[in-house]
Nanobody, 122 residues
Framework: QVQLVESGGGLVQPGGSLRLSCAATGSIFAIDGMGWYRQAPGKQRDMVATITSSGSTYYADSLKGRFIISRDNAKNMVYLQMNSLKPEDTAVYYC????????????????WGKGTLVTVSS
């Protein structure tokens, strides 16, 4: 059983910063890619940023320069530093990862967290 648990969401004023964290727990053999997605009210879920196991990063074009994704492989954690936040960044942010478990070492499965709400408002 694998779980992804996000934390760090909340209410922040425009121009402010937040750091989201996601912990992968359970019977983990190996973690491949990790990433963050977001879903605003009434909209589809979109990719925010992803990071490979070797540290290569990819960002949605509109977020480059404001958001930074990082990971700690030793702790099975992925982070999202969000700066210069705008009201349009308001959304539920989801952690996503491809993980191979101890019972299925040869096949990584895709997992989602339950999400953490980020609200940008004055």
């Amino acid at each position: 059983q694998v779980q992804l648990v996000e934390s760090g969401g909340g209410l922040v004023q425009p121009g402010g910063s937040l750091r989201l964290s996601c912990a992968a727990t359970g019977s983990i053999f190996a973690i491949d890619g990790m990433g963050w997605y977001r879903q605003a009210p009434g909209k589809q879920r979109d990719m925010v940023a992803t990071i490979t196991s070797s540290g290569s990063t990819y960002y949605a074009d509109s977020l480059k320069g404001r958001f930074i994704i990082s990971r700690d492989n030793a702790k099975n954690m992925v982070y999202l530093q969000m700066n210069s936040l705008k009201p349009e960044d308001t959304a539920v942010y989801y952690c996503n990862s491809n993980i191979a478990t101890m019972s299925r070492m040869r096949e990584a499965m895709n997992y989602w967290g339950k999400g953490t709400l980020v609200t940008v408002s004055s």
